[in-house]
């Protein structure tokens, strides 16, 4: 055993001279290393093409981007709150703050949650439901307990 194991050792020596002459004349280097075109670089996997393959036979990253904004928009913004009393009877009143505000009740959303029809329409269905409460406040700050 202890024989096999000096010959194992000695090829193991033999290889690493050979490696390290190689390196010393120009020979193999790590891929990366090389220009693009270089003689001494290996050839592609077969089928790496493949693996770069887009969802949706898209081309491009870019082009993928576009489509997902558009697959996964929410539907608004507090920007698109259309002018006027909705059909709850709220009216829109832009860079105001409710005098009297319900401290660290979130009774709609959440932290972080981006603004939707459906999240103005739970809103005004929540206010009209309470006995307290007198309007409706979309907090944009960054402290939670301001809402």
């Known amino acids: 055993a202890l024989g096999q194991c000096r010959n194992e050792l000695a090829g193991c020596i033999s290889a690493e001279g ?11 280097k790590r891929s990366s ?19 770069l393959r887009f969802p949706f036979d898209l081309a491009d990253m870019k082009a993928l981007k576009d489509y997902a904004r558009e697959l996964w928009q929410p539907d608004g913004t507090a920007a698109t709150i259309p002018e006027g009393v909705t ?6 009143r832009r860079g105001l703050r409710c005098t ?3 401290v660290g009740v ?6 972080g949650e ?14 009209l439901e309470q006995a307290n409460c007198t309007g409706i406040m979309l907090y944009v700050g960054r402290h939670t307990m301001n809402c």
């Open 114 to 127: 981006r603004w939707s029809k459906a999240l103005w329409a739970s809103a005004q269905d929540w206010c």
């Open 33 to 51: 290393d090389l220009a693009p075109g270089d003689k001494n670089s290996p050839e592609w996997p077969e089928g790496f093409g493949n693996l």
């Open 18 to 28: 050979a490696c390290r002459e190689e390196c010393r004349q120009g020979g193999p």
């Open 87 to 92: 059909e709850r009877g709220f009216t829109q």
């Open 106 to 111: 979130h009774p709609v959303g959440g932290q």
């Open 100 to 102: 009297s505000e319900m």
